[in-house]
């Protein structure tokens, strides 16, 4: 179990809800909550009652809603406003009445933005910080403080941001969190300063980054080296401009790195699922490349890698990826040797460490194809089809086109309509289908589910959910060579395949024949 000696203190339902782009409501809210208790975080930022309506109905909702077995609510507010008494202060008193068992205040140590923001003075500024400290505490709640601009502050006036540390301290608050709210801060000056403070107060100290350097992840860390006990930081590093300290990051620099254990249970052996989880509910796309939980964490792509992999995973991996329930991938592309193929095929099931010439043959066949401008690293269903072909030494499908046709019809004032013909064997028999669609692409995939279906009636459940179309570099105009990539799902999983041509219509097709193709595979309709 982790004791209060080390905090994890996650603001994502804050400080992360401040991304451009990013609105939860509070069924959102409750939901992440849910997946940062389960990751072992120590405490969890729920918003600021009082200020904003969504948090009080949060917090209000939170109290029979939530069972949190690893974590502990915090509400965030600020510091009573100047010439009013805490006990009086609005604010001051929603927090007090959202009977969130701890309270983190934001209060100014920048001198500068004491007298221009507060318009208020130096003196009165500490007072503000002792009144409302002092005040939360008799009402039994616990109290965090957040140093808004502390660095910056202290490069200003040292003596006056020490000066509000103390005061803090000595007014019972248990954490002061240093916060470089302009992400400006490089590591070796902030573990000087985290250390001049430590010596200087005998506070207990925390850090919260944001990450306008880049260095968000590492000043939190340079921190904790530094002395201190307490880390903020949000999933996936949502927030304002550059984000905030991504706290997935920190957790796994500390405990896998420094080995010492900060999140209550063995959740960051779920940290993958809960970081996409977390995509899922605020609905911003993954990061593929972001480090521990991306999908690209862990994947090698060039031949050199895969040859060292196959020997042994450590020699290209910092850590085993099981520890953060993340995998290796192996990636296919025109940069693949022969021990990436293999490999791949080891991912995807197949055996081919004694069959050395069908390696070669899989290997060639693939930087070949991706000379053309296919893409193989993305679209592991279509290299798996072209694996099982090079094995059998022949193309096996379950319906061979015999043709297909599109045509689009527009009148004048009129909306177009879009009318798709193929014609297939399925089985011996010959099958002509017709299908209509709001476009080309929908209008084939209609008319291939028609001619299959009878035969085929598991295709009901394949659903195409994304298209994407890139135009190959070196390539112009409208006889551009175009590349297509499909995904598609059965309710069960998804996969991506891949087509390439001059036409567009031709490549979805080509795209959309082998996702179709594939998914029967996945029914287990072998051919």
Request: glycine share 10%; aromatic share 6%; proline share 2%.
């Amino acid at each position: 179990m982790v004791d209060d000696q080390f905090h994890v203190y996650d603001t994502t339902l804050r400080d992360g809800a401040q991304q451009e782009g990013l609105n939860l409501t509070v069924a959102d809210k409750l939901a992440i909550a849910r997946h940062l208790d389960h990751l072992g975080v120590g405490f969890i930022e729920g918003g600021w009652p009082g200020a904003i309506p969504k948090d009080t109905e949060f917090f209000r909702r939170a109290a029979t809603e939530l069972d949190l077995r690893h974590a502990t609510l915090a509400a965030f507010g600020a510091t009573r406003k100047a010439g009013v008494k805490a006990a009086d202060d609005p604010q001051v008193v929603a927090l007090r009445e959202s009977r969130a068992p701890v309270v983190t205040l934001v209060a100014k140590s920048h001198d500068r933005h004491v007298e221009l923001a507060l318009r208020t003075t130096l003196k009165e500024n500490l007072v503000m910080w002792a009144d409302t400290v002092a005040h939360l505490k008799a009402e039994g709640q616990r109290v965090f403080v957040d140093a808004e601009h502390f660095f910056d502050g202290y490069r200003a006036n040292p003596a006056y941001a020490l000066e509000c540390v103390r005061v803090a301290a000595e007014n019972g608050a248990d954490v002061i969190a240093l916060c470089d709210t302009n992400g400006g801060m490089l590591p070796t000056e902030l573990g000087d300063v985290v250390r001049a403070v430590i010596d200087g107060t005998q506070a207990r100290i925390g850090i919260h980054c944001h990450d306008d350097t880049a260095c968000a992840v590492a000043n939190t860390l340079m921190a904790v080296e530094a002395g201190a006990t307490h880390v903020q930081g949000t999933a996936n590093g949502y927030g304002e401009r550059a984000g905030n300290a991504n706290l997935f990051s920190v957790v796994a620099g500390l405990q896998l790195k420094k080995g010492q254990h900060v999140l209550d249970g063995d959740g960051i052996r779920e940290m993958t699922r809960i970081a996409h989880a977390i995509s899922e509910v605020t609905n911003v796309t993954p990061d593929t490349h972001q480090p521990y939980v991306g999908l690209s964490a862990f994947a090698h792509k060039a031949g050199l890698h895969a040859s060292a992999v196959r020997v042994d995973p450590n020699l290209y991996q910092h850590i085993d990826p099981a520890e953060v329930g993340n995998d290796m991938r192996m990636l296919v592309s025109d940069m693949a040797g022969r021990a990436s193929v293999e490999l791949k095929g080891r991912e995807l099931g197949y055996d081919l460490s004694g069959d050395k010439p069908a390696i070669g043959r899989v290997t060639d066949r693939v930087k070949e194809m991706e000379a053309r401008g296919y893409s193989f690293e993305a679209a592991d269903a279509s290299f798996e089809l072209l694996l099982r072909d090079e094995l059998a030494g022949e193309k096996h499908r379950h319906f061979t086109v015999e043709s297909w046709r599109v045509i689009v019809e527009q009148g004048a004032g009129a909306m177009a309509t879009t009318e798709a013909t193929v014609r297939l064997h399925v089985k011996g028999e010959r099958v002509i289908a017709v299908g209509e669609g709001n476009g080309p692409v929908n209008a084939l995939d209609m008319a291939l589910r028609t001619a299959l279906e009878q035969t085929f009636p598991e295709l009901a459940n394949l659903e195409l959910s994304d298209f994407k179309v890139r135009i190959l570099e070196g390539s112009h105009g409208t006889g551009a060579v175009t590349r297509v990539l499909i995904t598609s799902g059965d309710g069960d999983g998804a996969w991506s395949t891949v087509g390439v041509d001059e036409n567009i219509i031709s490549a979805s097709w080509h795209a959309l024949e082998e996702a179709v193709t594939y998914g029967l595979l996945r029914a287990g309709r072998d051919v």
